[in-house]
Each structure stands twice: as structure tokens, then as C-alpha cells.
């Protein structure tokens, strides 16, 4: 998510049985009827200063949730939480028009009636007389029966139907938590209240109230995950810098109690890698990153999303305008090939602004380069620091779903104007993943996103036909219903 000065130092920012990180419906049912002769859609034009939200023509959306609705919780009922990020859609008996909105809250909201934490919300939607409605209350998920939470990020919807939740962000002393309502520590000792932050959550979204927090999985700047259909591995990626990519290995699938945590570390010549066992001490998962660090394990520059298609893994690399790592490498990081390569701008420095996209191969092991950010020649926009991602089969194509979340304004982000005026403006790009070796020419832009505003969340209904999304905190002084978070149901599709 984004990167901005503060609160906790530096801010860096249905019901399937199939597994699916908790931002996509890998494997979608689509119409065998669909004419593949239609169009998908016809690309926006860059905009660099909209209050509105910009799609494709013949494409519109309902509004289902915003920061301040009422949400019913288990003091009463309360204002909802803002700052939207996670989405995920459980269908009601595999159907595409009814089913319940996950919305997860990337914030720490210190209120009486829902005093447990960043959290999440709970609606249940249908798809009647044309647009999408709520159905019934909205409802605060329960994390006070794990001591709390803070920050909610991204996540999965795992095999077993549970969820999956990442905090992202958690504090580096106890003054810094400053939230009275959370308070017990549940199954751990020798733990402080602010070490007892920062983990992946299991949450049941039937009983709408959080699990466990997986301590085996580690504590570090949680941003997604994706686990495999057989319930035996979690992906997990680390939006820091420097940020390590992991994985769990139960001992037994969908149970999280007992496993083994590995850090990647890429071959000197990228073309393969392997893992580094993790030691699986509680001491050791709390400062992780800096174990793996010391075990050799590659450095990524804030990797986001994380995606499967077609036995591929697709992770967003978010970048970072420059970073000086040799302290890292000095512990014993190592730094990635196409980094060194391609970004490397003195000993121990790198420059890497635009980010780009990574494609993960679990049997060879390879991590390489699928598309880099940068300027598109054939509009004059810019593809940079993408962030959330989701991947949809639609008309019975593999499509990867890019949401832009900027770290900056400058080199070509935004228009001149904009940048002056510090306009902040977000795209979402989609992106055929049959073409074999793609380029920033090949992006179709989707949507502009409202000043200010961050697009997240991303998950289709089963039949393609409809794309949630969140705009997350737009700019205040935009006109409704884009000045505050807002959950949205996008419909065109063909």
C-alpha cells in the first residue's frame, strides 16, 4: 500500500473449494455462449486530474459500501470503518448474483462499539432489477477474540472457506498502540501487546469473527498471500523494503499450527532459486525478516499482490524510487538478478521508481521480470508502482487486473500539471496473459481512479460479469460519492 511518513515511523506502504488469494477467483465460469468476437472494452484515455471515476464506455457501477455507513457490531451498532482494501466475494451456492462482500479495513480505529482494530466488514449482496443491492445490516468482524488487530490488508479465502487476513502495519512500542480496546494475548508467552501485532489472521467469515493469528506463518509487514488448492502451501509477500518472500508448508493441509516457514533466495544468474528453512521459534518469527536476511534470502523491493494462473505465480513488485541496501547485503542479503542488472546505480544503491510485474515458477523455481513500469508510448501514460492485482478468465482468456498505487509524482506518474498541484491519480490496467512476451504497449487501461483515491480490492463474480473494487481514501474535497472509501460493484462486462 502506500508509502507516507507516519504513525508507526515509516508507513510502507463463493465460499470456494478451490483456493484463491483473496483478491481473485482464479478459476472463473465463463458463458460458452459468449460471443469471442466481442470487444472486452474500449480503453480510457489518461486523465490526470478527475474527480470522478473514469470507465470504458457502456460500463457503470452500483455503490455498495462507504466509510461511515452503519455497521452493526457486537456493542450495538456503529459508523464503519474507511480506508477499504481487501475484497473478497463468497457466492451464495456458487451463484454470481447473490453472495457476501469481505471488506477489509487498512486503518486503527479507536471507537467503543468496534474498538478492535483496522478489521473488516461483512454484507451480504444481491444482483436484482438491474444493479447490485445490500441485503440486511452490515457487520463489523469480531478480532477482539484475538486480542485485536491493526491495519488489514490484503489476504486469501482458503480452501477450507476461511480467510486469510494480513496486517500490514503494527507498532514498534507499546505508546504507539495507543488503543485501549485491545487487550488480551491469546496463546503465546514471553509476547508484548505490540509484538502480538503484525501476523497473518485466520478469520471464520460465517461466524464473522477472527480464529487465530498464525504465528507460524511470521511477523512482518503482511501485504497478500495465495495458498494452493491442496491446502498444503501459503505464498506470502512482504511490502517493506527490503521485502522477502516466503512460504509455509503445513504438516497437515489447511491447518497452520505445525509447518515449516521458508525465505527464497534467487540463484546469482536468476534462472532458478531455492528455500531457506526458517527457524521456527517464536523469537525468530517475530524479527523474521532479518533472519532470512541473514540466511542469504533475496531482497525484493516491496512486493504486493500475489496471483496464480495456469500454475504460474504473478506478484506485484512496487518499487521504490531509490534505496540504499548495503547494510543488507553486509547481513548477508542477497540482491535480485534483474535489480542488479538493471537498477543498480552504486555500491549498494538502486533505483527502481516504476516497479514492475514478477511471474513465479514453484517447480523451477525461477523468478523473473514479466513487465517492467514505465512510460506507454502509445498514449503517453505511465505504468507505475502497481499494487493490488486479481486475475479473471474472461471470453476464455487469462487476464491479470493491475491497480497503480504511486510512491511518487514525478518522472512521467502524472502529467506536469498534476504533479505541481500534488494530484495523486491511479489507474487500473488489464493485461492478456497469452501474449507471450508483453509490453507496457500491450496494457488496456481500464479505469482512471479519483483523485487521491488508491484502487483496490479486485474480485469478479464467477461468471465474469461483475468486478467489485474498492476506492480507497480519495480525496475529501472530490465530489460524492468519491470523497471518502467506497465499495463498488462495476458492471459492462460482455
Known sequence: MKMQIGYFGILLTGLAISC??????????????????????????????????????????????????????????????????????????????????????????????????????????????????????????????????????????????????????????????????????????????????????????IKGEAIQKVYNFGRYTHEDAYCTPDGKTVYLTDDYCPAIFFKFETTNPNDYSSGQLYAYQQSQDGLSGRWLAMPMDIRSLIHIRDTAIAKGATMFVRQEWIQEANGKIYISETGYDSLNLSVHIQNGGTVPHYLEKNHKTGDGIYADPFGRILVFDPITLQMEVLLDGGPIEKDGGHFANPDALHIAYLQEKPYIIISEDLTGLSMGRVSKEAEEKGWLINEIYFLDLTIAKPTRNDLMRFAVGPRGCETTGSYFTPDGKTYFVNIQHPDKSNPPPFNRSTTIAIRGFP
Open 20 to 205: 484463491q488469494s483473496g483478491k481473485r477467483d482464479a478459476k472463473l465460469i465463463i458463458n460458452p455462449d459468449t460471443d469471442q468476437k466481442n470487444i472486452l472494452f474500449n480503453p480510457v484515455e489518461p486523465d490526470y486530474n478527475t474527480p470522478n471515476l473514469i470507465l470504458p464506455e457502456g460500463f457503470t457501477y452500483d455503490i455498495l459500501f462507504a466509510e461511515s455507513d452503519t455497521v452493526r457490531t457486537a456493542n450495538g451498532k456503529a459508523p464503519a470503518k474507511g480506508n477499504h482494501d481487501l475484497i473478497i466475494y463468497i457466492p451464495d451456492n456458487n451463484r454470481s448474483d447473490k453472495g457476501t462482500l469481505y471488506v477489509s479495513h487498512e486503518t486503527l480505529v479507536i471507537d467503543p462499539h468496534a474498538g478492535d482494530g483496522g478489521g473488516a466488514t461483512l454484507l451480504d449482496v444481491v444482483f436484482e432489477n438491474g444493479k447490485w443491492v445490500v441485503i440486511g445490516e452490515k457487520r463489523n468482524v469480531d478480532f477482539s477474540t484475538v486480542g485485536g488487530t491493526v491495519y488489514n490488508c490484503g489476504g486469501t479465502l482458503t480452501p477450507k472457506g476461511t480467510v486469510l487476513t494480513a496486517e500490514e502495519l503494527f507498532p514498534s512500542s507499546l505508546s504507539e498502540l495507543k488503543n485501549p480496546q485491545i487487550t488480551s494475548l491469546r496463546g503465546m508467552n514471553h509476547m508484548t501487546k505490540e509484538e502480538h501485532m503484525g501476523w497473518m489472521v485466520e478469520v471464520d467469515p
